[in-house]
């Protein structure tokens, strides 16, 4: 044992010794007054913004969950998606429109008239010069986002189109919809690439890795699906949900992905093995998105909150 002074200054030593404060867990924001169906991080992490059935696309500060600016709309906002340089985000709304926000000032600057149904999804291209869109109305489009002006028009899914996502190298679009089926389109001239069959219920969201190599979806059948995006060839089928899977989000290694039995997962794309639950919604979780840099998820759904944590306070296996 040292003697009793240096034992004195070890302990001393010990307590002036800053202590890691332990993660003070996920944030939960009651954040609309109904069903939130979708989440954007914006490209420097900064602001995340939700859509809502309450007619309105909210953005939140993302590090501490007040409120930056409500924007509101005539009909329910489906979808939201921030443009790469994040001037502008894109709100796909139930009439069929879809409007481009600056974030900056709540300022609208372009209104697209783009569907004759719900406008239920939208992307950007990689470039910011054009916005993909998903309809009811059974169609994807691709417009200038500069002008408003159609580029081109996808013809093909037999039934509503739910969700769209451009690729990574901007050649490609795809899409999901309730007859089941994903497909691809090149976005230049609308000719149909290649149809993704599997599913054995209605598909609502795709998204691209990060290298474009990747193309994910999910359904009602309870599965996310990983596919080959240059052949069309099934990789991997993620199950493990009790219920719908409404979104997916990649994030390096990882996929996200939202489900109606009230969680959302994240699943290693090597290997297609769950390896967390996040902290479960008290209603079904319709959306979830990580922002830029991995570092953190949002979910959101049916209960009206918004919850946002860290990706590494989550431990592997967590329920």
């Known amino acids: 044992m040292p003697p009793p002074r240096l034992f004195t200054l070890i302990v001393l030593a010990a307590l002036a010794r800053p202590v890691a404060s332990a993660d003070p867990g996920p944030i939960d924001m009651p954040a609309h007054t109904n069903d939130i169906f979708s989440l954007a991080f914006s490209p420097d992490g900064k602001l995340l913004a939700s859509a809502s059935k309450d007619r309105t696309a909210v953005l939140w500060d993302a590090e501490t969950g007040e409120t930056v600016r409500t924007l509101a709309h005539k009909s329910d906002v489906l979808r939201v998606a921030f443009a790469p340089d994040g001037k502008l985000l894109a709100a796909a709304c139930k009439d069929g429109t879809v409007h481009l926000w600056d974030p900056a000032d709540g300022r609208v600057v372009r209104t697209l008239k783009a569907h004759a149904n719900w406008a239920a999804g939208v992307a950007w291209s990689p470039d910011g010069r054009w916005l993909a869109t998903a309809s009811a109305d059974k169609t994807t489009a691709v417009w200038d986002a500069a002008t408003g002006a159609e580029r081109c028009r996808f013809r093909g899914h037999t ?149 946002i944590g860290s990706t590494a306070a989550t431990p592997a296996g967590a329920k």
Do not use: M, Q
């Not at 919809?177 to 069959?197: H, I, M, P, Q, Y």
């Not at 919604?281 to 990580?290: G, K, M």
């Open 159 to 307: 039934a509503e189109v739910w969700g769209v996502a451009f690729h990574p190298g901007g050649k490609w679009v795809a899409s999901a919809g309730k007859d089941k089926s994903v497909r691809l389109w090149d976005a230049e001239t609308g000719a149909e690439v290649r149809v993704f069959t599997g599913h054995e219920h209605e598909a609502y969201t795709v998204a691209f890795n990060a290298d474009g190599s990747l193309l994910a979806s999910c359904s009602s059948d309870k599965t996310a699906r990983l596919w080959d995006a240059a052949t069309g060839k099934s990789v991997r089928r993620l199950s493990g949900h009790a219920g719908t899977v409404y979104t997916v989000a990649f994030a390096g290694p990882t996929l996200y992905s939202a489900s109606g039995d009230k969680t959302a997962k994240a699943w290693d794309v090597a290997t297609g093995d769950a390896r967390r639950t996040l902290p479960a919604h008290r209603n079904e979780v319709l959306a979830v998105a990580v922002s830029p840099d991995g570092s953190r998820w949002a979910s959101a759904g049916k209960d009206r909150t918004i919850r």
